[in-house]
């Protein structure tokens, strides 16, 4: 909300009314009856009255009150001067006060209502009250809401000036002693005039003690810099609100590199972020099973997504920031997204930055998300871990960015589907088939995977990807991510998954020995992993699990059309049972 940005506050709740008042049409003649008979008894006397003591509060720089803002800072300063300033109005009152009144002065309200509370909890006789702008008639009867009100010459200049001011309710007798609490602004020689507020508690009250604090002017304002970002439809196919990216766009460099001629690249020790896979159109029959799978997934998907929703705003509250990992975690973020405000009615901000194994998170993104927003809100999402290497380049690279700016982000990656084990916020621990990791850009908004090469991505600037606008007739971002939000509250999310105990990792070890693997780095498990290699790499096998049904017929198609072969996947290795559906097998390094 354009006000929450520029109070820099969070906005739970904006509570809208309307309301009507509709009374006789003669109620106006009828009360003028009344007045003439019965005539309003508020007090207007001239006396003169002053205080019996007046005191300066202490407040060692704390805001008076909430007037200007009272922030969490501001709260705890208050808090911590309260006490001081409630024993000089003690002190001053002396042992044996009586009833007391404290009194405060229009807005000037909670710091009385703390001075009164302070006072109370010493075991004095307190109430408390303020003045007011708003007159009322009053008469001295049975059963009538305000017996006795007083009339005073105004003593502040406020908008829309009025001359008087009231006091309600402080009949001769009732109080021993009123404090009156009131700020150096307003604190002017119309107190003290025969027709002041003065007058009018000198002429009922024994004793009158005036309580002045120091008023602070209103702050400048100090507004959160707004994260540039880049949205759809300019950037991508993801509707603007739904995600901004923190990425360079690259639209117009040749990045693609065939797969043969990259695989070379790769084993030669060449980085995997400085050059894109080819990104061709999906076959028609490969898009027919695709579609049949995300029918049958859907309802699955969107049960995970409503525990990793729901966990998300459980632990962070509906201030949370959702920082998607691009581009499998941008989906992903986006039906978090979409779960919150069709279940909670929130609408969370959603930004999408690129983290690169080996080189970490983009700094220039989290540098402008943490001047953004407060470190603390940032949630970190992800579609699903294979064997946690991710995860592991998160938490390496926030640990090193707390070490050199101070600033702390929790490292914990939320990811939909956990088979790996690794982190404990996710949707589900089952290796789920995540529709948008069989589609690649055609599920994600035409949005390529990041890059981060050096002649292309100066110091200071985003890592940056391309859009594929040639894909825009096969585009299926929004009709998957439709399917899915349209079985939201169709099953009912499961239970709470166990704490995460890394049998991924354990599992995969076990099964590179059990292939005469030199390591388990040839391995990439689970179904996301397993598509995404099928689409960019060249694997030199597949394992699927012996009884995996329907949902792994994207990963069979792949295989079919690339001709790669496929068998049994070990039930267990090393005694340790597999996590997975399916793991890929690369090629050996030439």
Do not use: K
Not at 162 to 180: I, K, L, M, N, S
Not at 282 to 300: C, D, F, H, K, N
Not at 336 to 346: E, F, Y
Not at 379 to 407: C, F, H, Q
Request: proline share 8%; hydrophobic share 45%; net charge neutral.
């Amino acid at each position: 909300m354009r006000a929450a940005a520029d109070l820099d506050v969070r906005v739970d709740v904006v509570a809208l009314a309307r309301a009507a008042l509709t009374g006789p049409d003669d109620v106006l003649e009828r009360a003028a009856a009344l007045l003439a008979a019965r005539p309003d008894t508020t007090a207007r006397p001239g006396a003169t009255g002053t205080p019996t003591a007046s005191v300066s509060l202490p407040l060692h720089g704390a805001a008076e009150g909430a007037r200007h803002g009272l922030d969490r800072a501001g709260r705890a300063a208050l808090d911590a001067a309260v006490p001081g300033a409630a024993s000089v109005v003690a002190e001053a009152l002396g042992p044996d006060a009586g009833r007391v009144l404290v009194l405060g002065c229009e807005e000037l309200h909670y710091l009385p209502v703390r001075l009164a509370e302070a006072l109370e909890a010493r075991g004095w006789a307190v109430e408390v009250a303020a003045t007011t702008r708003s007159p009322l008639v009053a008469r001295d009867g049975a059963g009538y809401a305000v017996r006795e009100a007083r009339a005073f010459a105004a003593h502040d200049q406020a908008l829309a000036h009025a001359p008087e001011r009231y006091v309600y309710g402080v009949g001769a007798g009732r109080y021993d002693a009123v404090v009156v609490v009131v700020d150096a602004a307003a604190r002017t020689p119309a107190l003290r005039a025969p027709d002041g507020l003065f007058a009018h508690l000198g002429a009922v009250v024994p004793r009158v003690v005036e309580a002045v604090v120091p008023c602070r002017p209103p702050r400048p304002a100090q507004r959160r810099p707004v994260v540039a970002a880049r949205r759809g439809p300019a950037f991508g196919t993801f509707a603007p609100g739904e995600v901004g990216w923190l990425l360079s766009d690259l639209s117009g460099h040749a990045l693609e590199m065939p797969t043969d001629v990259r695989e070379a690249a790769l084993a030669a020790g060449a980085h995997y972020a400085d050059a894109l896979p080819p990104e061709p159109a999906p076959s028609a029959a490969y898009a027919r099973v695709v579609a049949r799978a995300v029918e049958r997934a859907a309802p699955g998907v969107a049960a995970a997504v409503g525990v990793l929703a729901e966990r998300v705003l459980a632990q962070r509250g509906p201030g949370v920031v959702l920082v998607s990992l691009a581009r499998a975690g941008t989906p992903v973020g986006v039906l978090v997204r979409r779960w919150a405000a069709w279940a909670r009615g929130v609408a969370l901000p959603h930004y999408a930055v690129s983290v690169v194994r080996g080189r970490g998170l983009d700094r220039a993104a989290l540098d402008a998300l943490v001047a953004a927003h407060h470190p603390s809100s940032l949630v970190l999402l992800d579609g699903w871990t294979g064997a946690g290497g991710i995860v592991d380049e998160v938490r390496r690279d926030l640990a090193a960015y707390a070490r050199e700016t101070g600033v702390v982000v929790d490292p914990t990656v939320a990811v939909l589907a956990d088979p790996a084990h690794r982190t404990p916020l996710c949707g589900t621990r089952e290796d789920l088939l995540v529709p948008h990791a069989c589609l690649n850009a055609t599920a994600s908004g035409l949005v390529s995977r990041t890059v981060d090469r050096p002649d292309l991505v100066v110091p200071g600037a985003h890592h940056g990807a391309q859009v594929h606008r040639e894909l825009a007739a096969v585009d299926r971002t929004a009709a998957v991510l439709d399917a899915v939000t349209a079985c939201f509250g169709s099953s009912t999310p499961s239970a709470p998954v166990a704490a995460p105990d890394g049998r991924g990792a354990r599992y995969l070890a076990a099964l590179a020995r059990d292939l005469s693997l030199p390591g388990e780095r040839r391995l990439r498990a689970g179904v996301g992993e397993t598509s995404r290699t099928l689409l960019r790499r060249d694997p030199a096998a597949v394992l699927v699990a012996r009884d995996a049904g329907p949902e792994l017929d994207p990963v069979r198609r792949l295989c079919a059309e690339r001709g790669v072969p496929t068998r049994p996947l070990p039930d267990h290795a090393d005694g340790i049972a597999s996590p997975y559906r399916c793991v890929a097998v690369l090629r050996a390094s030439r």
